[in-house]
Structures are given as C-alpha cells and as structure tokens.
C-alpha cells in the first residue's frame, strides 16, 4: 500500500501554496496591466492559471489521505475531483508548446500584423486547440472510471493505457517544445531585440526549461518502470519525479520578477511592492542592478 511520507506532505503543502499564491499574482496582473497585452502575455497568464489549478491536486490528495477511512477512496469519486486540477496540468504543458510556436513565429515578419488584424483568433485558437485535447482527455478518463481504491493523487484521475498514452503525449510535446525553442534560440542569436524582449525570453526558457524537464522526467521514469518492473511503484515515483516539476511552477512568479523588468514594474505597482521595498530602503534602481548582477 502506498504511503506518504510526512518530508513529501510538508513539500506538496507548502509547495503548491506557493504556486498558487505566486501564479495567482501572475494572473492578476496579466488582467491588471494594459502593458502586459501581447500575445504572449496572455498565454503565461493561461499557463499560469493552469498551473493554480494543476496545485489543488495535491490538497485533494492529502485531503483524502488524511481524512478518508483507509486513506482511499474510489476512482470514480476521485475521478471527479481530481478533473479540473487534471485538465489543468495538461492544458499548462500544451499552452507551453503554444508560447514556444508563438515565439518562433514572432520572427517572422507576418507576425505583427496577424497578431495585430486577429489577435483575438490567434489567442482563441490556441486555447481552444489546447482545450478541447484535454477535455478528450478528461472525458476519456471519466468514461473509465472504475471502482478500484486509490489515494487520489492526480495520476488516479487516469489509470491504465489512458494513463501511459497521456504520459507519453506529454512527453512528446516537451520535447517539440525544446526543439521548438532551440530553433528559436539559433533564429534569435542572429538578431538585434530590444532589453525587454530580451528579459522576457530569458524568463520563458528559465521557468518552461524546468517544467518541461518536470514531465518528461516524470514520464519517462513511469514508462521505464513500468517496461523493466523495476520494484518501485509509480505513485511514490511520481512524488520523487514531481519534485522538480512542482518546485520550477511554484518559481515562475520568482523568475519573472528577477529577469524581466517589464514584469517587475507591474508587480511592483499593482501588487504594491513598490512600498515594500521603499518602507526598507530599496529604491527600485536599486534592486533591479542587483537582480540583473545576480542573474548575469
């Protein structure tokens, strides 16, 4: 029987508080700020979003660990839970790729203007496309529900050959999303960008790198498990593996504050920070030479 140890209820506590508090403020200022309009601007704020979702997760897990009879309860109870934290966490991984195609393309000189003429299409499109993947998903999830006892972590949402055919589909849209941006990088190396830009897509590799790398190690690790049987079982598995993948969502409020200055004034202003940092002494000249210092 799979336990939780109290080292991982601590870390899939205090984590995901983080996450969402963090990914919250993301979303607030998104909404907030006229400056933060683009195209890609929009889409870290729907990951971001995804990613507030994907967290509650972990407290139904806990939840039903701790306050359930045998710390089970039966999938198909869980299965309704665990839907909207699991449509989260795929919809984040699939919108990721989309910011990933979304600046390769803004390279190309027909950008602007279709961002410009259809921007709303162009954002619907992509969301849509995203969410009706993983609304097959779920219902494809619902539709075999069973009555086994599970402790109700959010791979419990899906089991069997559903289960492994999602890890896989998104292991392979992380690695599209790597490729996709190390043809970015080759593309953007040889072009002249503004400081902003810059910030931005130095944030978008930092926190996309981790993530990505989160669910093809934990896919990978499940896959490679389950095909040599090692005596490991995957629900204790995927909280080691998780562990990356969790601490790199739970970052991305960290990242953009400290690499994008675009990010930063806003956070400053809307979320009052700005008078924080004035109540201690730290002009935001100040902070800001000293966060690129330490990121350099």
């Known amino acids: 029987m799979e336990e939780i140890s109290v080292s991982f209820q601590i870390f899939y506590i205090v984590v995901p508080l983080i996450s969402i508090i963090g990914n919250s403020c993301l979303v607030y200022v998104t909404i907030r700020s006229r400056k933060l309009r683009s195209a890609c601007n929009i889409f870290i704020a729907l990951i971001a979003g995804s990613d507030v979702l994907h967290m509650f997760a972990h407290y139904i897990m806990l939840s039903v660990y701790h306050f ?18 699991t449509f989260g966490a795929g919809l984040s991984s699939i919108i990721i790729f989309s910011v990933a195609i979304d600046r390769l393309m803004s390279l190309q000189k027909f950008y602007y203007m279709l961002t410009k003429t259809h921007y709303t299409l162009y954002i619907a499109s992509h969301l849509g496309i995203a969410a009706m993947l ?6 494809c999830a619902w539709a075999m529900r069973n009555s086994d006892e ?20 998104l292991s392979i849209i992380g690695l599209l999303t790597l490729i996709t941006y190390v043809a970015f990088l080759l593309k953007v190396r040889r072009m002249t960008i503004n400081r902003d830009k810059k910030d931005i897509y130095r944030s978008l590799l930092v926190t996309n790198f ?12 499940i896959v490679v498990n389950d095909v040599f049987n090692i005596a490991i079982d995957n629900f204790s598995l995927g909280l080691v ?6 601490i790199s969502i739970a970052s991305n409020f960290f990242v953009y504050y400290a690499i994008s200055k675009q990010y ?23 902070f800001t030479t000293s966060v690129i210092t330490f990121i350099k």
């Open 241 to 246: 593996i998780g562990i990356t993948g969790n």
């Open 68 to 85: 359930s009879s045998n710390q089970r309860i039966n999938r198909s109870v869980c299965i309704q839970l665990q839907l909207l934290p």
């Open 134 to 139: 993983m609304l097959a998903v779920v219902s």
């Open 264 to 286: 930063r004034t806003s956070f400053d202003h809307y979320l009052r920070i700005s008078s924080i940092k004035s109540a201690l002494g730290l002009t935001t000249s100040t």
């Open 150 to 169: 599970v402790i109700c972590g959010i791979a419990d949402a899906m089991h069997g050959q559903l289960f492994m055919l999602y890890l896989t589909a």
């Open 210 to 221: 981790f993530i990505v790398f989160g669910w093809l190690a934990t896919g990978s690790g």
